[in-house]
């Protein structure tokens, strides 16, 4: 089992091989409140460590969603975007986001660990 | 300078609120429940509002009152009954609106309930025009709190003994414990429901009574989309004092009566918008796709021009979509017309539609 990371934008991030699976943690839904809407990037497309891959909207605002790592898509999960409220319910298991073909692991030793995050998360309050 | 709390805070706190500052006032915009479900449980159960931070403002009656507030307010008073409230507006000289209030003709003179960012300033400009000749209280001992939803009559009427007589937008005073506190059956989320007027050191014990008879806490956020539903302007966002209340297609709240006698402020460009019409008006907007048209979104025409723009935008949590209020030119202002509404840089379909999103269900019939 690898370890999962988190970034400043409250991602997750768990590599399997050349392969991460990527959403948001449940500190960013509790943050967000309900969402009602998901855009995520497709299939094929290439994303860029810290660029901007999709769009979460809850009841109260919109909040852009950003990759950890950079990468190609392999794969977007429809789920979340046909039943967004599954992020709220299971955020860090079912509803990930996407998964993505890594180009240079080593963008992962920037992340932060469980501890940290959890550290992280408490202390910046938002 | 710091917030002030209600004096509901404490049970905000035990009832698992999130604060926000809000005009001055430090309020829940949501409990544990979340936005969603409050919503909800308002539309088939009952909510609790705390709308304390609005102004309760207090005119005493004596010689000329009736006449000197139809020179502020484009509504009938002579005819108002005793305990009857009417919507309206307090308007500049150009019809632009200062604030949108609820005015109830009580004994010993009139109740005027208004926004809490406004209240203040509404102070001044309503005494300005009334010549400092009246006695005015802006009750800061008073708090204010709304029950809405199915079961509003039936909670109301366990905690207190006869506010189910009330029809729409009427009120009367009722015994509780050793005072009696005012209720009017009114609210602003499209629901059935009470607004009621009672003593700070009174009001926690009160609202914990509704709670356990059946009713929930409500924050700002579901009050949003609820008011949002029910088609029902925001001020400050839908209505401001740049708008007219013929352009916020607000002028069943004008008498007709008073349109012809005329006499208060902005009289002339409401008449003359009700004549000829308005460059622009406020509509209802749903967009096909599910996204989220939010304030400022800019509103297009099938030849991609800007035609409008959005004031609100929300996801309905009844109706099941999202739904948006805004202003579009008057040419484009039609039910079904086609629109593009440009979120995130990309332009989304979206029609001009019939308001309310939601149907109200208020209980009306004259008393």
């Known amino acids: 089992m690898s370890e999962v990371k988190f970034s400043k934008e409250h991602e997750w991030i768990k590599m399997d091989g050349d392969t991460a699976t990527i959403g948001i943690t449940k500190h960013a839904t509790e943050m967000l409140g309900d969402i009602v809407f998901v855009e995520l990037p497709k299939k094929g497309s290439s994303v860029v460590k810290d660029g901007n891959a999709g769009v979460v909207e809850s009841t109260k605002a919109a909040s852009d969603i950003y990759t950890p790592v950079s990468g190609e898509i392999i794969e977007n999960n429809q789920s979340i975007v046909d039943d967004p409220s599954m992020i709220n319910a299971d955020p860090e298991n079912k509803a990930w986001f996407f998964k993505l073909k890594t180009k240079d692991k080593s963008e992962m030793d920037s992340l932060m660990n469980k501890e940290e995050y959890d550290k992280f998360a408490k202390e910046s309050g938002n | 300078m710091e917030n002030i709390k209600t004096a509901l805070y404490n049970l905000h706190q035990k009832q698992g609120a999130k604060f926000v500052p809000f005009a001055g006032y430090e309020m829940p915009i949501q409990y544990s ?11 088939s159960q ?3 509002f705390d709308v304390s931070h609005m102004g309760q403002l207090f005119i005493k009656d004596r010689e000329k009152l009736v006449e000197n507030l139809e020179k502020i307010f484009p509504i009938d008073l002579q005819n108002i009954l005793l305990n009857q409230s009417k919507y309206s507006f307090l308007m500049n000289q150009e019809a632009g609106i200062h604030d949108d209030l609820i005015i109830t003709k009580v004994k010993g003179g009139f109740n005027i309930i208004l926004n809490a960012a406004c209240k203040n300033q509404d102070f001044e400009v309503i005494k300005k025009l009334l010549n400092n000749r009246y006695e005015m209280i802006l009750h800061t001992e008073l708090s204010l709190i709304a029950i809405q939803g199915p079961e509003a009559v039936n909670i109301i009427e366990k905690t207190i003994k006869g506010p189910s007589s009330l029809k729409f937008m009427n009120g009367n005073l009722f015994k509780y414990l050793d005072t009696d506190i005012y209720i009017t059956r009114s609210g ?3 629901e059935d429901g009470f607004e009621i007027s009672i003593q700070n050191e009174k009001v926690e014990v009160f609202v914990q009574k509704l709670i356990d008879n059946g009713a929930k806490m409500i924050g700002l956020g579901a009050r949003d989309t609820l008011r949002l539903e029910a088609g029902l302007c925001l001020y400050g966002h839908d209505i401001n004092i740049k708008t007219t209340p013929v352009e916020a297609n607000l002028k069943w709240a004008i008498s007709k009566k008073r349109l012809i006698s005329g006499g208060f402020p902005g009289h002339e460009r409401v008449n ?3 004549e000829s019409g308005t460059k622009k008006i406020r509509v209802g907007i749903t967009p096909e796709n599910r996204i989220i048209a939010r304030e400022k979104t800019k509103i297009y025409n099938e030849e991609n021009k800007v035609i409008g723009e959005i004031t609100s935008g929300t996801f309905g949590p ?9 202003y579009v030119d008057s040419e484009f202002s039609n039910i079904d017309i086609k629109i593009f509404l440009e979120v995130r840089g990309k332009k989304y379909p979206a029609k001009v539609c019939k308001l309310p999103f939601y149907k109200k269900s208020y209980v009306k019939g004259a008393k």
């Open chain 2, 46 to 48: 009952a909510g609790i």
């Open chain 2, 272 to 274: 003359s918008q009700i």
């Open chain 2, 188 to 190: 602003y989320t499209g």
């Open chain 2, 33 to 43: 429940d979340g936005i969603i479900e409050e919503h909800k449980f308002t539309r």
């Open chain 2, 318 to 326: 009844s109706v099941q979509k999202p739904i948006a209020m805004g």
